[in-house]
């Protein structure tokens, strides 16, 4: 993990266009995360919320602009075109992030503990017995102390997602990606999910959410960005922004979801 401050901007994207063939999706975005906030980034289906947060990630390259991690530049615009750090460069300073996803990703034939594990094994060289006590930490700060060795298809859709929480957390990043992570669960599952996120808010991890709780970004972020069409409409902390929104789009959008 990286030596951070806590006014340190632990991930800055400036200028970021990216295009899918002719259609462009995100249309010059400007924003920065410093260290323990936790920003919630809403918006309608389509707005380019999702693609922001691959982007962040290196899961889809940008056209232009600029992406910064903890203070390290993983591309930049040189002439009319991002260029990205060199291959070693770009996997280490992408090593400072974790992702959850909508779907929970997890390999079906590893058990629980397995899932966990592999990653820091594979990718960091870590030893079995070095990583097995921080993963049963992990395990037992998202509620599943007991399902070490049971395989996925063995849990509920929520304790899952629970577990490809801690699989992110296992690689110790700095910064963790969530994308609308309990939009493929059942209502009644939700509520686990958001509760491990809430608990990870409490103790200052810098987080990106992609999300369409309100209630999450209301309660757990400290700030929160409006999205549609490509551009950030309207952004600021959470009890301004819903209490008071400025633009037209931002208030139609808090109506329908609220």
Do not use: W
Request: aromatic residues 6%.
């Amino acid at each position: 993990m990286a030596n951070t401050t806590t006014d340190a901007v632990m991930l800055r994207m400036t200028a970021i266009r990216k295009s899918f063939g002719a259609l462009p999706v995100l249309k010059g975005i400007d924003l920065a995360v410093r260290c323990g906030e936790v920003l919630a980034i809403i918006g309608p289906s389509g707005s380019g919320k999702s693609t922001l947060l691959r982007c962040a990630n290196r899961l889809e390259s940008i056209d232009s602009g600029t992406i910064e991690v903890v203070g390290k530049t993983l591309a930049k615009t040189q002439g009319t075109r991002a260029v990205y750090a060199a291959p070693e460069k770009s996997r280490a300073i992408l090593a400072h992030m974790g992702m959850v996803f909508q779907q929970f990703n997890l390999f079906p034939h590893m058990t629980v503990m397995e899932n966990l594990i592999e990653a820091p094994m594979q990718v960091k060289g870590m030893k079995r017995e070095e990583i097995l006590p921080y993963a049963s930490e992990l395990l037992e700060k998202v509620g599943l102390t007991g399902r070490a060795d049971s395989y996925p298809a063995q849990l509920s859709g929520g304790q899952q997602q629970r577990v490809a929480i801690a699989r992110a957390l296992a690689m110790q990043p700095d910064i963790m990606l969530f994308d609308e992570p309990t939009s493929a669960l059942d209502p009644e599952l939700t509520g686990e999910v958001l509760r491990t996120m809430r608990e990870l808010a409490a103790e200052h991890m810098t987080m990106l959410v992609v999300t369409h709780e309100m209630a999450f970004a209301r309660e757990a972020a400290s700030h929160v960005i409006f999205m549609a069409d490509g551009h950030i409409v309207e952004q600021g902390e959470p009890k301004t922004f819903f209490e008071h929104p400025k633009e037209e789009r931002t208030r139609a959008f808090l109506q329908n979801m609220l």
